[in-house]
C-alpha cells in the first residue's frame, strides 16, 4: 500500500493557518490528531495535544511519563512534557514564544480544555478551526482510496457470508457477532454492525435485540470495518427466504433512488442535489414520509464526516470526496429497506465496491 | 440491586444551578449525560442535548428520526426534536422560554456545540459546568457502591483466572485477549485489559505486543470490567514462576507504598496526602525517581474521575469517593511493578475488594 504522507498534511493545514491569520491550531487526540500527526489516542483528563504554530515548529504537549509513546506513535521526534504535579496549561504557553491573537480550535475539542486554555490567553480571540481541517480530510488521496477500496471490499464478503450462514432462530445480536467476526477475520481490525430483523428495521439506529430470524424475514444489515482506521459504511437489506410482493415492490424504489443518487453525484454539484434526487424517486412513488433521513454522509476516518448530503448543504462535491448513498423506506410495524453504498465524488463518480445484492429466493 | 435514582440526581443539579444563578446546563452525549439521563450514547455530528433549565422543566433535544430511540433509553418523556433540514441550534433556543444569561457547559462538550451556541446566546456567558457535576459524581450512593463492588469481584475473579491459566509462549495479546473474555464472561459487560510481560510492564500505558511469556516472567495485569457502566480498574504484577530477590525487595517497597496510602485516606484529608503517603515510603526505599506518576484517580462511571490523588489537589476526600490506590516501581529495561486497588473513602477507607495477590512460586 502507498504511505501516508503525514508531512504533507502538516504543510497544507499550515498554509491554511497563515491565510486565515491564526497563531495557534490547537488539536488533542481526536480523529483530526490521528489525521494529522499519526497517533490514535484516546482523549483523558492529562492534556496532550498537538499545536501548530504560524511562526514555529508544531509542538506536542503531554504528560512526562508518556514522552516514550508519544514520539513512538506520532509523526513528533520530541515532546514538550509537564509532570503531573504541574499546571499543563502554563507549561504549554511557556512553550510557546510568539504573540497570540487568534487560536483555532479543534471542533471536537472539549469545552474543558477551550475553557482552562482562554485562562492563559485572555485576550485571544478563539475559532472553531473545523472549516479548514475538515475540508482538507473530505477530499481523499490515493494512498486513502486504497484503504477505503480495502475496507468496503472486506465489509461487503463479511456481510455477504454472513448472509449465506443464516440459520432460522438466530438473533440479532447472534448474527451481529457474526458479521463482525467475518469482516474482522478478513480485515484484521475492528468492525462494527448493526442488524435488524423485521419490524425493528423500521427503526434507524435501533439497537440490537434478542429478536429471532424466522423463514421469510426482513433483514437489515448496517456494518463495516477498517483498513488503517479508513472506515466502509453498508447496508444490505434481504430476505431470509421468498420476498413479499410488497418487500419487492419497496425495494425497487429504493434501488432506483439508489441509482439516481449516484448518478446525481459529481464534482461541483451542490451537496443537497443529491438527497434531492434520491427523495424525488421515492417521493413519486408515495413513500416520501417514510424516508426519514438525509440521503448520506461523508466517510473516511470516521464514519460520519463532510460531506453531508442533506437539505441545506448547498456546497459543491469536490473530487476526492467519499460520501454514502443510503435511501431507506421505513414502514412502521412492517419492515424497513435501505440500500447503501460508498461513492468517490468524480466527474463521474462510482461505487467504491460493487455487489449483487438481490439475495433472496 | 438497588435502583440508580435518576430523578435526585437531577434535582440535586437544578438546585446547585439555582445556587449559581445559571440559566441553562447544557449537557450533550457523555458519561455526565449517562449520569444524568440513563442514555448512553455516542455523541455524534447530529445534536442531541439533555438542558437544565434554571426556571423550567428539563428538555431533550434531538433529530426528528431518533425520537422514539430517545424516550426509549432516557428519562425523558419527550423530546424537543429538529429535522434534518433544520438548525438545530434555532429549535433549542425556540425551545428556551426564559431570559439566558448565563450557560454551563458540560465539559467534555466540543468546541463545535459551544461555538454553534454562542452564535444563538452572544450576550450570555459561558462557563465549564464541571465544578458541579464532577463532584456530584464522585460521590457514591450505595446503589453505585454496590454495583462497583460487583465489578471489583468480577474483575479479580477475571484476572486470577487469566492467572492460573498462563503457559509458556502466550503473548501480551493472546493473554490479554483471554483476560477480558474471563471477566466478561462473569460480568456479562465490557471488560478492558493491558498486559505487560518484562521490560515492557517498565513503561506504564505501554501497548500490549507480541512479546511472549517465560518461565520466571514479570508479568503486568492491568484490567477491569463494569457493572451497569461502572467500572473497576485492578492492577496485579506477579511472577509466573519463580521471584527473583530483586522483585521482591521491589515487590515488598511497592505494597508497603499502597498499605501506607489505604492508612492515610479518609474523609477530610487533602488528596494530596494520600500520594505523599505512599511517595514518602518509595522515596525511603531509595526508588523514587522510579515512581513517574501519581498515585490515583477517582473511579466510577470513568476509569479516570474526580478525585485525582496527586500533588497539588488540595481538595478534601469526600465520604463516598472511591479512588484508584496504584503505586508503582518502574525499572527501565528490566521491570515494572505496580499494585493497583479501589478504595471506598470514609471516616475509615476500605478496599473494594480485598484478595491475596502472592501468587508467584
Known amino acids: 500500500m502507498k ?3 503525514f508531512e504533507e498534511r502538516e504543510n497544507k493545514l499550515k498554509k491554511d493557518i497563515e491565510k486565515n491569520d491564526i497563531d495557534l491550531f ?4 481526536s480523529v483530526d490528531f490521528l489525521y494529522m500527526f499519526k497517533g490514535a489516542f484516546q482523549i483523558s483528563e492529562r492534556l496532550v495535544c498537538g499545536i501548530i504554530q504560524k511562526d514555529d ?3 506536542l504537549i503531554a504528560p512526562s511519563f508518556e514522552k516514550k509513546r508519544m514520539t513512538k506513535f506520532t509523526t513528533f521526534d520530541d515532546v514538550v512534557t509537564w509532570k503531573e504535579e504541574e499546571d499543563p496549561y502554563a507549561v504549554l504557553r511557556d512553550a510557546i514564544s510568539c504573540n497570540v491573537k487568534k487560536i483555532a480550535m479543534e471542533p471536537t475539542t472539549p469545552f474543558e480544555i477551550y475553557s482552562r486554555l482562554k485562562k492563559k ?3 485571544a480571540e478563539f475559532i472553531d478551526g473545523g472549516f479548514l481541517i475538515r475540508k482538507m480530510r473530505s477530499i481523499k488521496d490515493s494512498a486513502e482510496i486504497e484503504r477505503m477500496e480495502i475496507s468496503g471490499e472486506n465489509t461487503v464478503k463479511g456481510i455477504l457470508k454472513t448472509i449465506e450462514n443464516l440459520e432460522e432462530g438466530l438473533t440479532e445480536l447472534e448474527i451481529l457477532k457474526r458479521a463482525q467476526k467475518e469482516m474482522t477475520s478478513l480485515s484484521g481490525e475492528p468492525s462494527w454492525a448493526l442488524v435488524q430483523i423485521d419490524e425493528n428495521s423500521a427503526m434507524p439506529h435501533g439497537p440490537p435485540s ?3 430470524l424466522q423463514k421469510n424475514s426482513v433483514i437489515l444489515i448496517d456494518a463495516g470495518t477498517m483498513c ?3 472506515f466502509a459504511d453498508i447496508t444490505v437489506t434481504t430476505v431470509f427466504g421468498k420476498a413479499s410482493e410488497e418487500f419487492l415492490k419497496v425495494y425497487d424504489v429504493v434501488e432506483q433512488a439508489n441509482d439516481a443518487a449516484l448518478l446525481k453525484s459529481k464534482t461541483g454539484v451542490p451537496a443537497e442535489q443529491v ?3 434520491a427523495r424525488e424517486v421515492i417521493d413519486n412513488a408515495g413513500y416520501g414520509k417514510y424516508f426519514t433521513h438525509r440521503l448520506g454522509h461523508g466517510l473516511g476516518l470516521e464514519v460520519h464526516e463532510n460531506p453531508y448530503i442533506v437539505k441545506g448543504n448547498k456546497d459543491p462535491l469536490l473530487s476526492g470526496n467519499v460520501h ?3 435511501p431507506g423506506i421505513y414502514i412502521p410495524n412492517k419492515f424497513g429497506i435501505r440500500i447503501e453504498d460508498d461513492i468517490l465524488v468524480n466527474k463521474t463518480s462510482k461505487r467504491l465496491v460493487s455487489f449483487d445484492r438481490h439475495i433472496w429466493s
Open 3 to 5: 504511505s501516508l504522507n
Open 57 to 59: 515548529d508544531s509542538i
Open 121 to 123: 490567553y485572555p485576550e
Open 324 to 326: 454514502t448513498n443510503e
Open 275 to 277: 438527497d434531492f434526487a
Open 210 to 212: 434478542n429478536k429471532k
Open 26 to 29: 490547537i488539536i488533542p487526540p
Open 228 to 230: 488503517e482506521y479508513y
